[in-house]
């Protein structure tokens, strides 16, 4: 930055912070403001719609800027972030009365998109995750770092493909990588952050103890590379962290950013709600930490059997032990975040009522051990729940700590006193004491000098520019005796002192302003005491956030009927009346069909699911890849009962992700994802394909429908759900053995049809197309023409689909617009090739 020629003593403070932190926006506080100045102030006055001014106005090389006051600056702050924007908080680190020249100012703590302490910028039930990442070749080094909570994590990936697909389900909001990386990393809502990766040795020396010696070159640098980043945003405190915690992607269902989506896992498509999402179901939760945990394991379902067995029995424990259960939730209802109000007491951003809060929520957590305990006492308390030691003599200990040192209901604010608990200190006591004694003393003044005066209205008064002062009424100015002073002149009265209040008041507010530091001094102390215990909080609150994951899949199994899924190493996946974990839970009871499915890589491999328009066939697959996901999390299933051989992959390639917006074809899509899944599945992957090929002509698309199923079944052997309107592709089942049909029935009533939402064997021998059109009010003349040329078609030697390059109807005969418009298909067109159509239509008129 240009330093500006004409600078003054604040003007250098200024510029020597800004060069510390020159791709920030340092909000520099001046008295009740933050102001901004240069190009800082310009591009903060763009993006939050502020006034831009100038300091020095009138001055030709006079200094752009602008501000925000303080009490509102968190709204800015956040709208800042929300934009990619890194915000230096710069503030006066010393009393500006008590200061000699320019006062001190110090950057506290610096937020960016991924460093964010501030409550009202974050969502309890969602980590908040700050990424790095370092390239080896084709491999990735990944990191992810929630600062509040001080969950830390780090892999390695096979791939850029692999690096999107787990980006997907961490959601960073900020990414630290290379320059040259940040093309493939560009993602909705993740900020990027250009760092050049420290070296291993470099790595190894800023992860100190966090990281075990053993681990790799690669996620180390990127974990070194997130802590480094993340420190430097918070010069005045400690990260909460732990324990660096290594992992394979392997070790998990890999769930890539389409089946997330498609599978509305987290949100929905449209409108991008929790409600209505699988997710939206499963959070019966009652905590914050309980909630992202849920939604890790949601996010990262388990492929160890052994390990998704023992959630299971936690889970089942207390399916099964319905007062244990509300016992717990009832519990943990009480318990605020422990796990971000410990992070903030490491990081020194805790104020008192902080403080308040995680004493009462470490108090509760006896009670809750001692729920399960009972469960213990009688054999019943499920090992996953007391594998873990929730260490609660240490938590117990710092509850007793902050509960001796801080009044009940402590305030937000730790410098204006009124904190500490009666007793605690006999210096506080002291010298509160000394405050109150001497006002009472100040008051007795009011009622003697009345007296001696005879002025009834007189009234000793206090403010910050005089102190204590006596008030008189001009009318009575002439009964004012001559020792008192005179210091103010008003328009009806005049203000005195006397040497007796000045003496008193100067004992007041020595006594007052001890107080006050000594109550801030005591805070620090407790603060930084709590601070030391804080991994003993965190693994506390890691036990009650596992335990109330568990009573919420619980409660959901209760609620909603659902049952204990056998989950097995052997590759089959069975389910008998299975339903569909939101759209049953939504429709009115007893209206759901459930459905059966067996999909088996050595029988039942690919199962190309037949039927009409609306009939049921997305509803259908989705469910057993949500039942698949749920028993791999560990929780119960909507099925009467099911078994479930664990899976390495979801995939899917629904119609519904259909990206008119995203400006590339519906086609290309398609057909990218399809081939991101021929490329990545596996024999033990679980495929669902809804109506491939439909973004093309119905040759073409029926065509690659079809080879990509044979592909599917000689080169890959995943068990896949084919849905496709195309009954054609039912005649591959007898030409691959390990192809199935079945279709949604569905049942016809006077040339009405009915849908019966039941999976039956056997495809579709129709697709109903007409009638599902009419269903959607079609000109009643439409529907009955529409008929009229099936019949004429289907009377034909054979189906127009396999008549091969007949000559088009002349143009010459007819203006080609009957012809043209027959030709369509209104059910297998998108709104644009539609609108398309139509356009050409009019062309030929
Ligand atoms: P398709 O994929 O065949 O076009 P969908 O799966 O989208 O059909 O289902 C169409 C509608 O039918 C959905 O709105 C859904 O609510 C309802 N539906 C689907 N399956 C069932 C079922 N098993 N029981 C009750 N209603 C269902």
Redesign the pocket.
Same mark, same amino acid.
């Given at each position: 930055m240009r330093r500006p020629p004409a600078e003054t003593p604040l003007m250098r403070q200024y510029l020597d912070v800004k060069e510390r932190y020159p791709d920030g926006i340092v909000f520099f506080r001046l008295g009740d403001f933050y102001e901004m100045f240069f190009e800082d102030a310009h591009a903060a006055a763009q993006a939050l719609d502020l006034t831009l001014t100038t300091r020095d106005k009138g001055k030709e090389d006079a200094i752009p800027m602008c501000g925000v006051p303080h009490h509102s600056a968190r709204t800015y702050i956040q709208k800042l972030c929300e934009r990619g924007f890194k915000v230096v908080i710069c503030e006066q680190v010393e009393d500006p009365r008590l200061a000699k020249g320019i006062v001190r100012r110090e950057v506290v703590r610096v937020v960016t998109p991924g460093v964010v302490l501030d409550e009202d910028m974050l969502d309890a039930k969602t980590a908040r995750y700050l990424a790095a990442v370092v390239p080896e070749g084709a491999r990735r080094g990944l990191a992810y770092l929630d600062v509040t909570t001080g969950d830390f994590r780090a892999t390695t990936l096979e791939s850029a493909a692999a690096l999107a697909d787990e980006l997907a389900r961490v959601e960073p909001r900020e990414i630290l990588a290379p320059p040259a990386l940040h093309g493939e990393l560009r993602r909705d809502g993740a900020a990027l952050t250009a760092i050049e990766p420290p070296e291993l040795d470099e790595a190894r020396a800023i992860l100190g103890d966090l990281a075990a010696p053993s681990a790799e070159g690669l996620p180390v640098r990127a974990a070194a590379q997130a802590v480094a980043y993340a420190r430097a945003t918070q010069p005045a405190g400690v990260l909460p962290l732990v324990r660096l915690v290594l992992y394979r992607q392997g070790e998990t269902l890999v769930l890539d950013d389409t089946s997330k989506t498609n599978l509305e896992l987290t949100e929905t498509i449209a409108g991008r709600q929790k409600r209505g999402s699988l997710f939206g179901v499963l959070d019966r939760t009652e905590t914050g930490p309980g909630a992202r945990l849920l939604r890790q394991w949601l996010l990262f379902p388990a492929t160890d059997v052994a390990r998704i067995r023992r959630r299971q029995d936690a889970v089942e424990r207390l399916v099964e032990e319905s007062r244990l259960r509300a016992d717990l939730r009832a519990a943990l209802a009480g318990l605020y975040d422990l796990e971000r109000l410990a992070g903030r007491v490491t990081l020194g951003a805790a104020n008192p009522r902080d403080l308040g809060y995680l004493r009462r929520s470490l108090e509760a957590l006896p009670g809750l051990a001692a729920l399960l305990g009972d469960g213990l006492g009688r054999g019943l308390a499920p090992p996953e729940l007391l594998a873990r030691d929730p260490g609660l003599d240490e938590t117990s200990a710092a509850a007793a700590d902050i509960a001796a040192a801080l009044v009940d209901e402590p305030p937000l604010s730790s410098r204006e006193g009124g904190l500490v608990r009666k007793g605690y200190s006999a210096e506080v006591d002291e010298l509160r004491r000394l405050a109150d004694g001497g006002k009472d003393e100040i008051l007795a003044i009011e009622a003697r000098e009345r007296e001696r005066t005879g002025i009834a209205s007189l009234k000793v008064r206090f403010n910050r520019v005089f102190g204590y002062y006596l008030e008189i009424t001009r009318a009575n100015l002439r009964a004012v005796p001559a020792d008192y002073i005179r210091k103010q002149t008003l328009a009806n009265a005049e203000r005195f002192i006397t040497p007796e209040l000045a003496d008193l008041e100067a004992k007041v507010l020595h006594a007052e302003d001890r107080l006050l530091a000594l109550e801030a001094d005591i805070f620090e102390a407790l603060r930084r005491r709590t601070a030391e215990r804080a991994p003993a909080i965190l693994r506390a609150a890691a036990w009650a956030a596992l335990l109330d994951a568990c009573a919420a899949l619980a409660e959901t199994a209760h609620r909603s009927s659902w049952v204990r899924p056998l989950v097995t190493d052997n590759d089959v996946i069975e389910i008998e009346d299975g @339903?569909?974990p939101v $759209?049953?839970e939504l429709?009115p009871a007893g *209206?759901? $069909? +459930?459905?059966d499915c067996r999909l088996d890589p050595r029988g039942d491999q690919i199962v190309v699911v037949t =039927? +009409?328009?609306?009939? =049921?066939?997305? *509803?259908?697959m989705r469910q057993v890849a949500h039942i698949t996901i749920l028993a791999q999390m560990g929780s119960f299933v909507p099925a009467r009962r099911a078994s479930i051989g664990v899976v390495d992959r979801v995939f899917t390639r629904v119609g519904a992700a259909d990206n008119l917006a995203g400006g590339e074809s519906t086609f290309m899509v398609e057909m990218r994802e399809t081939a991101h899944i021929l490329q990545h599945a596996t024999r033990r992957s679980l495929i669902l394909l809804?109506e491939i090929g439909r973004g093309t002509s119905t040759y073409d698309g029926l065509s690659i429908a079809w080879a990509v199923a044979e592909y599917l079944h000689d080169a890959v052997g995943a068990k896949t759900l084919f849905?496709t309107h195309y009954h054609e592709l039912c005649a591959l089942a007898a030409k691959r053995p390990r192809v199935k049909n079945v279709s $949604?029935a569905v049942s016809e009533r006077r040339g009405e049809i009915v849908?019966l @939402?039941k999976i039956v064997p056997g495809g579709a021998s129709r697709s109903y197309g007409i009638e599902v059109a009419r269903l959607a009010g079609l000109p009643r003349s439409v529907v009955a023409r529409s008929r009229q040329m099936l019949a004429e078609l289907e009377s034909g030697d054979d189906l127009p689909l396999f008549r091969r390059a007949e000559p088009p109807p002349s143009p010459q005969a007819t203006t080609g617009v009957e012809e043209k418009l027959l030709a369509l298909d209104p059910d297998r067109m998108t709104p644009m090739e539609a609108l398309g159509a139509l356009a050409q239509l009019r062309r030929l008129i």
């Open positions: @339903r569909h $759209v049953a429709s *209206t759901f $069909v +459930p459905n =039927g +009409p328009n609306m009939a =049921g066939k997305s *509803t259908y809804d849905a $949604v849908f @939402r």
